[in-house]
Every structure is written in C-alpha cells, then in structure tokens.
C-alpha cells in the first residue's frame, strides 16, 4: 500500500467528517464498535449489540465481565479525547486513560494507571519468562524508554503523519508500560493522535476492525521489527489497514448519515415533537435506550419521554427488546446494524 493511497482516503474522510451538520453526531457508534473490536482482540467474546443493551439496562445474556471491559474500553476513549481539550498528550494521559480502562474488570488488580513496577513477557498462556515470546524493556530502561516516547510524540518531525503514528505505535507496544491493558492502550492511543495532530476532526478511524481480521499478522509484523527490524514490512501493512479502514469509516458515515436524514424527514413530515427529534439524534450516539434514560438524558418528564418512544416504536424506528412489561429496552436496529456489520461495501 502506497503512503499516497492512504493519506488521500484519511483526507476524504476528513472532508466528510468536517461536513457533518452535527460534529458529534455519529461519533458514537463508532466508538463503540472501536470498543468491541478492540477488546475482541485481547479476548472478550461481547458484541455491539451486547453493548449498547448492557448500557441501556446494566444487563446482559453475554458474560457479564466481557461486556465491562468494551463498556470500559468506551468510557477510557471518550475521556481520552475530551481530555486532549485541556491536556496534551502525555505519560499522565495514558495513566489516566489506563485507569478508567482496567476498573473494576479483569485485570484490575495489577496496578491500574501505574506503570509496573516488574517485568512483564509476552507468550502463550502459561509460559515463563525464559520460553516468553517477546520480553519488554526491565523496569528501568522502561522508565527511559517512556521518557523518550514522550518526548518524541511532542517533538517536530519530517515523517509523514501516518508512518509516524506506525512508529509510535509499535513502540508503544513494544515498551509494553502496563502489566495487563497494554494493546487496547496502544490503539486508544491512535485515535487521540488523528484527532490531536489534526488528521481528522473527529474520531471516526480505528484500525481494531483491521487488526483483529488479521490478528496473527498484527502480531507477527509487530515482532518482526523488534527481532529483525522489519520496519518496512510494519509499515506497509499498518498503511494498509488505514486505507482499508478509512474507506470503511467513509462508507459508514454516509450510510449512517442517509440514515439520519431519512428519519429527520419523517419526523417533520408528521410534525413531530422537538423531543422525538433530540431523541433521534441520541439514537446514534448509543442506538438502545430506555425510558427512564430518555426522560433524563433529554431533561423531559418520564411519560414525554415514554410517549416519545411508543411514537418511534410505531414508526418503527425503535423495537422494544426484551418481551418484559417493565424495564423494558429500545433499540434503533437500523442504526446498530450498520455500526455492527462487519462490510458495509
């Protein structure tokens, strides 16, 4: 893949992304789909759909634990890049952003938002460290290393963007700071670049989905540069999954943005409510919703809320998701379902 092929699609994508009437409107799905693809990687079996509904009502008919780590892995990214508005990207950053990420799931007892403070290895389940895979930096060269890391992510540079954000990247994962979080880290990581550097004004390209299709490459390429220095190889590839990926981004926002207009159009077809458009437009930050929700995320009294909701359930916009006569749930399945397909071509 050629450096030119990926720049110009991340460009398109900018475009696409600075015409949208509302800046955040779609950035929610795709956080969220970034959340689920991203901790797939590392394991969890959650899906989007599991997600949006756990949000919604705290339940899920998926491992619960699994389902906490995506929803962390949201919650960690979301602060990330509202942080970027009074913080710049730094050490403290990551800390912090590790912190939200390792809360109360697998992994939390292993110092979250700390650096270790012990050497950690790469392997199969199981392994020492003398049969590990990939052994990071010892504690001290690692407290080096991280210094240099940040100083270059704030240091001018004659590369282009994006092989730089590959180098940052890999070495990111290569100094491995955190005992456990290090991975879904590393890509959080790639979202705040893009948006800070001004590759794009909102975050709409993740490469979790490429990764995670070509999971056992990601990690070959990566080891690679630290055994042979396969820099050209990683790089290559990383550009790949950008340009694979900014197409996808480009394809989703527009399908997702028909869709937004279309409801738009029947809403002030019918003269709806001020209340069922606001309610549309939450819809795609996070396409489930209850009605308890609705009445205070749109500061509305519970039966506005609730009749709201009937009106687009009779449009046929929201269904009603679980069978119960209480706590029930909405979901805006056309909306989930383009933020869930794995193609959208």
Partial sequence: MKLSDAAHLVGKLHGIAGDLPNPHLLIGPFVRREAVLSSRIEGTQASLSDLVFFEASGES??????????????HALEFGLKRLDKLPLSLRLMKEMH??????????????????????????????????????????????????????????????????????????????????????VGRLLMTLILCSEGLLPQPLLYLSAYFERHRAEYYRHLLAVSQTGAWNAWIEFFLTGV???????????????????????????????????????????????????????????????????????????????????????????????????????
Avoid at 159 to 169: G, M, N, Q, S, V
Avoid at 174 to 179: D, G, N, V
Avoid at 333 to 342: G, K
């Fill in 61 to 74: 008919s998926a491992e619960v634990s699994d389902v906490r780590e995506v929803a962390n892995y949201v």
């Fill in 99 to 184: 912190s939200r990420l390792m809360k109360g799931v697998r992994g939390e007892t292993l110092t979250p938002g700390e650096f270790r403070r012990s050497q950690n290895w790469i392997g199969p389940p199981g392994c020492t460290l003398t049969d590990a895979v990939y052994v990071p930096p010892p504690v001290d060269e690692m407290k080096q290393s991280l210094d240099a890391f940040e100083k270059y992510l704030h240091a001018s540079s004659n590369l282009p963007p994006l092989i730089r954000l590959a180098l940052i990247h890999y070495q990111f994962e290569a100094i491995h700071p955190f005992l456990d979080g290090n991975g879904r």
């Fill in 243 to 345: 340009a694979e990926q900014s197409q996808d981004a480009i394809q989703r926002t527009q399908k997702l943005l028909g869709l937004w207009k279309r409801y738009r159009e029947r809403l002030r077809a019918v003269r709806s409510s001020p209340t069922m458009l606001e309610l549309v437009e939450h819809l795609f930050s996070s396409p489930a919703i209850s009605v308890s929700q609705a009445a205070s995320r749109l500061k509305v009294t519970y039966p506005s809320a609730q009749k709201a909701i009937e009106r687009l359930v009779e449009m046929n916009i929201l269904k009603e998701a679980t069978g119960r006569l209480r706590n029930k749930v909405y979901v805006a399945r056309e909306i989930l379902r383009v933020a869930e397909a794995e193609s959208v071509t």
